[in-house]
């Protein structure tokens, strides 16, 4: 998946540009900038990338994801669903709002269940936070027809997904607004940044202006301008954005690597009777930023997993022991460990989380394994590595 892994001289040259006129911040400073305003050809660029007519380049991903949300209306109290399988990010996005994340279950794409957010839909939902998770996706037509029944705005996390599509669609084109990150392990980096895109132009307005304190960005006068509502700094750099601005244009490269090297791994390893692949929803196309497939049980699986390190087979995870993307190890957020107090509403809010149990969530992800796919490899380390892979699971199942 990392761009990083691809750094080179577009890169440097982009943001030499930046440094040699000195202007480090995307606004203001016409007169000394010499044309170069990365931060905005960024947003063309991931517009015309992503099918989308407005974009907001903001300073992470998880920014991307709270920037979102605040952009269409959600606040204190409202309940946005989103999966058990994520990054701590989705629910630190939801409750920098004062919202309440409602966890519910995944399903065999590794994504929300279309049928557990259905269940658990009350009169405070507010909005559907689907989360695209490595490399592939949601089933988004379901989703959207629950999101439309509903009266809910679909929110896409496609920060593991960047290039994957769905009927032709960009992921992150089709909810109400999409979510990026472009952080140092993202298919491509600004070493850290984020973006919001969407089709509606409320939705970018907003966006736009919370992002910067609430400037209205009308005219040349950053001090003149006015704040027709409160806002916050999720600014990117024009550093940041010069990488970004080298790596988009390299993206249609990256994914085609990505792809080739998926093929190979999905064609050697489903040759193993017991190995199933990850289900792709009719009409979607993974980026192929990860392989993932399902052993039969977890015991299995964490001895598979034990062996591919004992084996010099690196960057796979099984994420029902991971700290950071499953439900089960997130401690701080079921004991509410906050370094300021948190309002009643979102604690009466998270109880559940306390006795509630994720067995579809758990069937899934304690087969799973997840397989980063890097740029840099070659087709013949692939190819060795698939073999290798496939000789150890053998063995074990
Ligand atoms: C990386 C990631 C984020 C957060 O992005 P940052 O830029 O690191 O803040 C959010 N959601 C998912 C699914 C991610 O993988």
């Not at 058990?84 to 309440?100: P, R």
């Not at 600014?235 to 490269?253: D, F, K, M, N, P």
């Not at 809010?349 to 304690?366: A, E, P, V």
Request: one cysteine or more; hydrophobic letters at 40%.
């Amino acid at each position: 998946m990392p761009g990083f892994e691809l750094f080179g001289d577009l890169e440097r040259k982009e943001v030499n540009d930046v440094l040699d006129n000195g202007v480090l911040m995307r606004y203001g400073f016409d007169g000394m900038r010499k044309g170069h305003w990365k931060a905005k050809e960024l947003e063309t660029e991931l517009g015309k990338a992503f099918n989308s007519k407005h974009v907001q380049l903001v300073s992470s991903g998880t920014a991307a994801v709270s920037v979102a949300l605040a952009s269409a209306g959600v606040g204190a109290g409202d309940e946005v669903i989103m999966p058990t399988f994520t990054f701590v990010a989705s629910f630190e996005a939801i409750m920098m709002l004062g919202a309440i994340p409602v966890l519910v279950d995944i399903d065999d794409t590794l994504t929300l269940d279309p049928k557990a957010v259905e269940a658990a839909i009350t009169d405070k939902t507010k909005a559907v936070m689907v989360v695209h998770m490595c490399g592939s996706m949601a089933n988004l037509n379901e989703l959207q027809k629950v999101c439309n029944t509903n009266g809910l705005v679909l929110v896409e996390d496609a920060c593991q997904a960047i290039g994957a599509t769905y009927n032709g669609k960009p992921l992150g084109s089709i909810g109400d607004l999409g979510c990026f990150s472009f952080d140092f392990v993202k298919t491509i980096t600004c070493g850290e940044g984020g973006a919001v895109i969407t089709n509606n132009k409320d939705f970018y307005v907003n966006a736009d202006h919370y992002s910067d304190h609430g400037h209205d960005h009308i005219g040349s006068d950053r001090g003149a301008e006015t704040h027709p509502f409160l806002g916050y700094n999720f600014r990117i750099s024009e550093l940041h954005a010069a990488v970004g601005l080298a790596q988009v244009r390299r993206l249609s490269e990256f994914l085609e690597i990505q792809r080739k090297y998926l093929t190979i791994f999905q064609d050697k390893l489903s040759q193993i009777p017991e190995v199933t692949l990850r289900t792709v929803p009719e009409g979607g196309e993974e980026s192929g930023a990860f392989f993932n497939f399902f052993l039969p049980d977890l015991e299995t699986t964490r001895k598979v997993i034990q062996a591919f390190k004992e084996n010099g087979i690196d960057a796979c995870w099984n994420y029902y022991d991971n700290n950071w993307h499953y439900i089960r190890k997130w401690d701080h957020l079921k004991d509410l460990k906050s370094l300021f107090p948190i309002t009643q509403e979102v604690k009466d809010g998270l109880k559940y989380l306390k006795t509630k149990s994720f067995k579809q969530s758990d069937h899934f992800i304690g087969r799973n394994i997840s397989c980063l796919i890097k740029l840099s490899w070659t087709q013949e380390e692939v190819e060795e590595r698939a073999k290798k892979m496939t000789e150890i699971i053998s063995q074990m199942v």
